[in-house]
């Protein structure tokens, strides 16, 4: 009995005492907090999947690299058909058949080239650079840049800077698709490989990379009308 008038007399002292006044967040720590929510909503938060059971890790990858996720779908359809544990007879590996070499180079462990986010992720990396090494001027028109990017990831860039050296040398356009493309296929001829500003030599290839860009094309062309960019 003397612990339950002891405890309240406590309790009505307390309530009789001004509350500690909290301070108002600082507007860093507001701005911190919107983000710290928006950063855990993202990642709760799935959106459904229109093209492929990999739409929410494109979607993710592709707004950390800079890349539009559906682009890189329509890559991952052309070099996989979306086959997650796909190697070739070249040592590409995954659903973007990624190789090694492009491991090593971004000092990624190769090993982990089979799993898939990392060989997504790989693939958004290599795209960023190879159009940050192709140098296309901003007035270029989306489907030449992107097509000559493409035929970068699938060619090598090396065959392609050729191609575009071999133009500007005969006054084509290097930025042009169409141009750089008859020069690829010109590049199985000596007397255009044989050339001095041809510095990755001959390319048999360029049946292959050429019927690649238009698959690729023609698939992102029809991700964009069923999925948003975002």
């Not at 462990?109 to 089979?114: G, H, L």
């Not at 930025?175 to 008859?182: A, F, I, K, L």
């Not at 290839?205 to 094309?217: A, F, I, K, P």
Request: contains cysteine; negative net charge.
């Amino acid at each position: 009995m003397i612990l339950a008038v002891v405890l309240a007399s406590v309790y009505e002292s307390f309530q009789g005492q001004a509350q500690p006044i909290l301070a108002a967040p600082t507007v860093e720590e507001a701005v911190a907090a919107d983000q710290a929510r928006d950063e855990q909503m993202a990642v709760t938060v799935e959106l459904p999947c229109v093209i492929s059971r990999f739409d929410n890790i494109m979607r993710m990858v592709g707004a950390e690299e800079g890349q539009d996720w559906r682009l890189m779908s329509a890559i991952a359809y052309s070099e996989s058909r979306f086959i997650e544990n796909l190697n070739s007879c070249r040592g590409a590996k995954g659903i973007m058949q990624i190789r090694p070499v492009v491991a090593r180079h971004f000092n990624v462990p190769v090993e982990s080239i089979e799993q898939t986010e990392t060989n997504i992720r790989l693939a958004g990396m290599l795209l960023a650079e190879l159009e940050s090494m192709l140098r296309i001027p901003a007035s270029t028109p989306t489907t030449d840049r992107l097509s000559i990017i493409l035929a970068s990831y699938n060619a090598g860039i090396g065959h392609v800077l050729d191609a575009r050296r071999l133009a500007r040398s005969e006054g084509a356009n290097p930025n042009s698709w169409s141009d750089v493309s008859r020069y690829l296929r010109l590049m199985s001829d000596p007397a255009y490989y044989e050339q001095d500003i041809v510095q990755s030599g001959k390319f048999t290839g360029s049946g292959q990379t050429l019927s690649y860009v238009n698959e690729v094309m023609s698939k992102y062309a029809q991700y964009c009308k069923i999925a948003t960019l975002a």
